[in-house]
């Protein structure tokens, strides 16, 4: 029997024992990770202070309260005024070294941009906007101009939108050419502050770029200007600029290329009005050649039954005159990987649209069908009273013709050789199991269209889906009612296009012409369709704003 010191002594060594085991657990244990940061290097200091006057330094230090990288330096951070010997800007430790090679105008502000080159180590998070400005003399400039930029097709504001001024005196000579030297960036909401300017009279511009070098490239960018020339004299706000893509005016032909599976792919820089293309050589396959060009008229693809040949020379004509030639080198003997499969004009719910067809679309163009390798089951039960049609404008698409039923399931088995192609191959086998969407997930719109008291204007009105593709474009010349029947139960957005020149489609503007494209006008309002629901909605379109 334990005596209580005995029983006191190994109750507190149970208990030592338990404490480590569960200290030894929990230093097993890997750091929990806090929150991600977002918060770029912060300033501590400089040397000497920004908007230091009567400025006589060789050399600038800013201190920062992290370490950090520095990315692209003499593409990201400009000085004005130009300087022909750059600085030569180096990191040390948490600290940026900028040493003058150049020596300093007299009486003279000067602005430092770093763009985007100073970003924190771990995440990469950008220090945007930030300048150092300083003066030699006892003078800093201090207007400043403000403003917001707009994509015209979306209507939307443009985040990391450039936003750029050359004063006139330079501007011909500059852009295009060179980098500008004052600039800044838009933030989430569009808006955009250039400040420290000095007296004088600029041009401003708005550049959106894939890859951002700061020099205008109109088959990639997006371009804003405003028309007219800005006097800085004052502080200005309110500057409204609205980026385009610029239409070149000589057409060429920027991507071909044969495909892996044979198809010869055309990319053109601008859209062919009324395109067509004819093969000069060999001559013999003009006749047999199938051509497709995509609903943008910017794109085409050429399917040849006969791929023995090795050079191809193509014609591309608009209203039937040439604008382009092109050529291909091919290699006789050369093997494409071929593999006819098919689409089918269902959604992404694997359902078929009330009142309509089902489309059966291959990836080349269809010779033949076998009807009997082709079964239709209505509920498991198969059905033979279907027809097939040719769709004579789209050589790749059938159409499949049946009185469908609203509450049936459907299963479309395509056996082995149920198609063959204009090269001669087979189909595999291939299924689709859909059935018919209900009548109710659809509804009917009508938009109340309303002119500004301007008689003889043209307007292209463009019901967009709520990921901004175009469902349908009417043309209206008067007050009237648009009907849209049988659509699908979503989010729609309204956009309008002030057709100046009557012709039917919104034309783009040109920076070198300084001509401002076609007013385009985004309804703020989002239109909601219910489920089996009439809408009806009124379209008041405001009376024509200029462009800046």
């Known amino acids: 029997m334990l005596n209580s010191k005995s029983f006191f002594l190994s109750k507190n060594f149970f208990f030592f024992i338990t404490v480590l085991a569960l200290w030894g657990c929990a230093a097993q244990q890997k750091p929990q990770g806090g929150p991600r940061d977002l918060t770029p290097p912060k300033i501590l200091k400089a040397t000497p202070e920004n908007q230091t006057r009567n400025f006589k330094a060789k050399q600038i230090q800013i201190d920062f309260d992290e370490y950090f990288r520095l990315t692209n330096a003499y593409q990201e951070i400009s000085i004005t005024p130009f300087m022909e010997k750059q600085p030569e800007y180096k990191s040390s430790k948490k600290s940026l070294i900028i040493d003058f090679k150049d020596s300093l105008l007299k009486n003279t502000t000067y602005v430092i941009n770093f763009g985007k080159a100073v970003a924190d180590v771990n995440e990469g998070n950008v220090l945007k906007n930030f300048t150092y400005v300083f003066s030699t003399g006892s003078h800093i400039d201090s207007l400043s101009l ?23 005196s330079q501007d011909s000579l500059l852009f295009g050419k060179k980098k500008p030297t004052i600039f800044t960036t838009t933030d989430t909401a569009g808006n955009f502050s250039l400040n420290n300017l000095r007296e004088d009279t600029y041009r401003i511009y708005a550049l959106k770029q894939p890859s951002p070098d700061k020099i205008f490239k109109p088959e990639a960018d997006l371009i804003g200007f405003s028309k007219k020339s800005i006097v800085v004299d004052k502080d200005s706000s309110n500057i409204i600029l609205k980026l385009f893509k610029q239409v070149p005016d000589n057409f060429r032909v920027t991507e071909k290329k044969f495909t892996l599976d044979g198809k010869y792919s055309m990319i053109f820089n601008r859209p062919v009005e009324k395109p067509s293309l004819k093969i000069l050589y060999p001559p013999a396959l003009d006749k047999e050649k199938i051509v497709e060009f995509a609903k943008t ?106 009185r469908w039923r609203a509450n049936s399931k459907y299963q479309l088995n395509l056996l082995d050789g149920a198609f063959t192609d204009i090269y001669g191959d087979k189909s595999k086998r291939n299924g689709k199991p859909f059935t018919i969407d209900k009548p109710e997930n659809y509804s009917q719109l009508t938009l109340k269209v309303t002119l500004p008291a301007d008689t003889g204007r043209m307007y292209i009105v463009e019901l967009m889906d709520d990921t901004k593709n175009v469902v349908r474009r009417d043309v209206v010349t008067k007050n009237t009612s648009l009907v849209y029947k049988n659509y699908f139960t979503s989010k729609y957005t309204v956009r309008v296009v002030y057709d100046a020149n009557k012709n039917g489609k919104w034309d783009s503007g040109n920076v070198k012409r300084r001509e401002q494209p076609e007013i385009i006008w985004v309804s703020p309002k989002d239109i909601v369709l219910r489920a089996n629901w009439e809408a009806e909605e009124p379209l008041d379109i405001p009376k024509e704003q200029t462009n800046p």
């Open 146 to 168: 403000s403003g917001n930029v707009i994509n015209s097709t979306t209507g939307l504001k443009e985040k990391d939108a450039l936003v750029f001024l050359f004063p006139v």
């Open 297 to 402: 008229k910017d794109t085409a693809v050429v399917y040849m039954r006969n791929m023995a040949f090795d050079s191809l020379s193509i014609a591309i004509l608009d209203n039937n005159k040439p604008i382009d030639t092109i050529y291909q080198l091919k290699s006789k003997s050369e093997k494409f990987d071929r593999n006819l499969i098919f689409s089918f004009g269902t959604n992404r719910d694997n359902k078929l649209k009330p009142g309509t067809d089902l489309l059966l679309i291959g990836n080349f163009p269809l010779e033949s069908y076998d009807l009997a390798n082709i079964a239709l089951l209505e509920d498991s039960v198969a059905v033979t009273n279907f027809t097939l049609q040719k769709d004579t404008s789209n050589l790749r698409r059938y159409t499949m013709k049946y």
